[in-house]
């Protein structure tokens, strides 16, 4: 009697996955459509170029679907600056049409991205105990005044002290930025901050298809209500703010890059929904926005996975930047340690890694009196009282019932049992939840205290955290002994010191465990990250609309809040493209990268090449060329720069053909001989299957003295080097010299790896110059 029945189903199965599939087709999201650059000129834009434009898009639109009002219906933002482009709500079918016709550069769904969440300057040289020494870029460039820095973020808490406008000159009059506080009429702009906008409808295009509820607080401001923008923008350019601290600890004068910079906000990341925080259709428009209004400088602490470099908001709007001489400096991400997690690749951007800095926020654990000594960091507001002990308990003795062992390890919410924690200090494991989460779960359990280790991954990566309850952070073998020691005796005593701010310690900088890594993702030829910069427990200028450590339990407001992430290295390094700017206003933003590659630092404050997490000696991977010194990329002698032909000549070498790139650059071809993609004129050099013998080309302009350079090379292990000619002799200034490094696999070269070294262009006057570009070469053995 079955068979009928099963019979009668299966037709009924088939026609709902066919409906399912055809709701699916009929579904809209939105996209861009992505056409390259304008004919017109940038500087004639006026409303009537931009309105033409806007009707070339719905009448292009319109050709697909039927009607002029169709078209206007369904396109929410037209790009009629620099970028030319549209964003609109589309079925799968006339998105895949669109993308098929031949003045189409790319179509790509309005995907989300992710953001990579004050003593750093003194740290990086530019002062000394509060003293600006004469060899700093800050005197050199009187902080970067003249220059204009935007960021792509938040949004800005404009009552922030950090921006304030004392004393600064008026708005420069090339200045076409707007303040758009219409509706937040408490928001204000003012000769510091000059500029501030917001751009949302990618992101509420994005939430309508998805039926998400639209967030509360995505408010229609500029203003921060999240805390990341304000943070970045002020490391990137905030003013002095003297007795700046959280809780009092890092107690000092808290300043920007460049501190005497101008500023403006360029809101495009919203309350974070499932598929992301910022979109790619806010993202094009502020940078269409940003470029139009005036910036010098670019400073974007997000991504996403990296991908096509033309199916990316943040890949598209750099490049049309970088076209017009704009420095865009991004994060690196936040998915280390693992090989290959880097984002933000495109070759005219400057990607930027996280280390630590020399200072930290030292809180001790003491075991049984004096039994265990572990040195931990914090910043959390309460402490135990001095010298008081109390019971000791691993978070996995104290599972609550029903409740994971991984749970009650990590310290989840609500997976541990009152009755095993009360009055007691507990170990929780990093991981999973957020670190300063694990602390709340102990306190609603009636803990006086928590231990945070690392696990395995994260190992020596301690970061100070604004803890909800009297707790430190340690490494991972530290909280392996202190599990261990727990286990060994049923009544162990402990104590949390109170944190205390340290100053110089050692060895520092090392690279944070989350700076996501090389190889390069996308093209292996191109060296990423391109540098690192301090990113680990930053202070900085905060959001008072929230709490710093951003969860909603925690009430508490903060003018300054101590962050971590490659979010919080790259502003460090967009305020030190704006103090170049100012030192040498017509620079390229290659020149500029150059200049900041080429004289990064690959040693320590013990002089010892520069480590991870896990004390190994860290590869460029990590930090690409090491890390900045600001000072010496003032002068950094020697330059490899790119003009918008070299990246041209990349695309090609990618595949575009010379009618797509025309439309960015008319007229143009590509080079009748293929250029290969390691010859790319770049200040790091990467072979990623070196079979025999591979012949790179390179040259350098002289931006510093006459004289000579002297090759010196740093030889990979198994692979030998020689570079044609071994000196360069440069007769004036701006002179050009190009040269030839020959690499070469030895029968010991190990196949299958990377292996590491530099070359360095020397010259040893009396303003000496070392321009040094790391090497990152993986041998694959004879071709046979
Ligand atoms: C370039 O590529 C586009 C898209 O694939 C194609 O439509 C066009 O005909 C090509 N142009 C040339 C000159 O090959
Ligand atoms: C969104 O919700 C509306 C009304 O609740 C419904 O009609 C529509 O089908 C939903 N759309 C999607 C994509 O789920
Ligand atoms: C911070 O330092 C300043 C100047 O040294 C001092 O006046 C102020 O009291 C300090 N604040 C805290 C909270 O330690
Ligand atoms: C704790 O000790 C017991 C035996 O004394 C052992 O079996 C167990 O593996 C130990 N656990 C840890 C985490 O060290
Ligand atoms: C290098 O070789 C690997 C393995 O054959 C290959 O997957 C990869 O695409 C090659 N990379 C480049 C840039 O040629």
Request: aromatic fraction near 8%.
């Amino acid at each position: 009697m079955g068979g009928p029945r099963s019979l009668f189903v299966l037709p009924l199965l088939l026609l709902f996955v066919v409906l399912s599939q055809s709701t699916v087709q009929a579904e809209k999201k939105s996209y861009v459509v992505y056409f390259g650059a304008h004919s017109h000129d940038p500087k004639e834009i006026s409303l009537e170029s931009e309105q033409k434009v806007a009707n070339s898009h719905y009448e292009f639109l319109a050709s697909f679907l039927g009607s002029k009002e169709k078209a206007q219906d369904s396109i929410f933002y037209s790009y009629t600056k620099y970028i030319n482009g549209f964003a609109a709500i589309l079925e799968e079918q006339d998105a895949k049409q669109i993308a098929q016709h031949p003045n189409v550069i790319s179509v790509f769904p309005n995907r989300g991205h992710k953001l990579h969440t004050t003593r750093s300057w003194d740290f990086l040289g530019l002062e000394r105990n509060g003293r600006v020494p004469e060899r700093s870029i800050w005197g050199k460039t009187n902080y970067g005044e003249n220059v204009i820095i935007g960021n792509l973020d938040t949004g800005v808490w404009p009552e922030s002290e950090s921006f304030g406008d004392e004393g600064m000159g008026p708005v420069p009059t090339e200045w076409k930025g707007e303040c758009e506080n219409h509706k937040d009429s408490k928001f204000h702009c003012n000769r510091k901050l000059i500029g501030a906008r917001f751009f949302k409808q990618g992101y509420l295009a994005f939430i309508g298809s998805q039926n998400t509820t639209r967030p509360a607080d995505a408010i229609d401001s500029p203003r921060d209500t999240d805390g990341h923008g304000t943070h970045t923008l002020s490391t990137a350019a905030g003013r002095l703010v003297p007795s700046a601290n959280l809780f009092g600890y890092g107690n000092g004068t808290a300043k920007g890059g460049a501190p005497n910079a101008r500023v403006a906000a360029y809101k495009v990341c919203w309350p974070p929904v499932d598929g992301g925080e910022c979109f790619d259709a806010d993202i094009l428009a502020a940078f269409d926005h940003a470029l139009f209004d005036g910036v010098n400088v670019l400073s974007v602490s997000l991504g996403g996975l990296a991908g096509d470099y033309f199916e990316d908001g943040i890949a598209i709007g750099s490049f049309h930047a970088v076209k017009h001489g704009i420095t865009v400096v991004c994060s690196a991400g936040n998915s280390g340690p693992d090989a290959g997690s880097v984002a933000n690749v495109a070759p005219w951007i400057l990607t930027v890694g996280a280390s630590t800095l020399d200072r930290e926020f030292q809180a001790d654990v003491l075991i049984d009196d004096t039994k265990m000594h572990i040195k931990g960091q914090s910043l959390s507001a309460s402490k135990l009282p001095a010298k008081k002990f109390y019971p000791f308990i691993s978070s996995v003795d104290a599972k609550a019932a029903d409740v994971s062992e991984v749970d009650a390890m990590q310290c989840v919410l609500d997976s541990l049992d009152p009755k095993k924690v009360k009055g007691k200090i507990v170990v929780c494991i990093r991981g999973n939840n957020a670190r300063v989460e694990k602390g709340e779960t102990v306190r609603e359990a009636g803990g006086v205290g928590m231990v945070l280790a690392n696990d395995e991954s994260t190992g020596n990566e301690i970061i100070a955290d604004a803890h909800v309850l009297p707790a430190t952070h340690i490494s991972y073998s530290d909280g392996v002994a202190l599990l261990k020691y727990l286990n060994s005796t049923r009544s162990a005593l402990g104590h949390i010191t109170a944190p205390e701010t340290k100053l110089a310690t050692k060895p520092a900088p090392f690279m944070a465990a989350f700076s996501s890594q090389g190889p390069n993702p996308v093209n292996e030829e191109i060296l990423k990250p391109d540098i690192t910069a301090p990113g680990v427990s930053i202070l900085a200028a905060y959001s008072e609309a929230t709490s710093p450590t951003g969860l909603d339990f925690d009430k508490r407001r903060v003018p300054f809040n101590s962050e971590s992430g490659t979010s919080m290295s790259c502003p460090h390094i967009a305020g030190v493209a704006g103090l170049l700017k100012a030192a040498h206003p017509g620079w390229s933003p290659s020149a500029i990268r150059s200049a900041i590659m080429t004289t990064a630092i690959v040693r320590d404050n013990t002089h010892r090449p520069i480590e991870d997490s896990s004390s190994h000696r860290a590869t460029p991977f990590a930090y690409g060329s090491g890390h900045v010194h600001p000072n010496r990329a003032v002068d950094p002698g020697l330059i490899y720069d790119l003009s918008p032909n070299d990246y041209l000549n990349f695309l090609c070498m990618l595949g575009y053909n010379s009618s797509q790139i025309a439309t960015f650059s008319h007229p143009y071809k590509c080079p009748e001989t293929p250029i290969k993609i390691e010859d790319l004129n770049y200040p790091s050099i990467a072979v990623p299957n070196l079979s025999g013998k591979v012949t790179l080309t390179r040259r350098v302009k002289n931006v510093g003295t006459i004289g000579t350079y002297q090759v010196h090379v740093e030889e990979p292990r198994g692979v030998s080097v020689s570079v044609e000619p071994t000196k360069l002799e440069f007769c004036r200034l701006g002179e050009e010299k190009e040269f030839k490094v020959v690499l070469e696999a030895r029968n010991d070269a190990s196949v299958g790896d990377y292996v590491f070294g530099a070359l360095i262009w020397k010259n040893d006057g009396r303003h000496g110059h070392h321009v040094r570009s790391p090497i990152a070469v993986r041998p694959v053995g004879q071709k046979l």
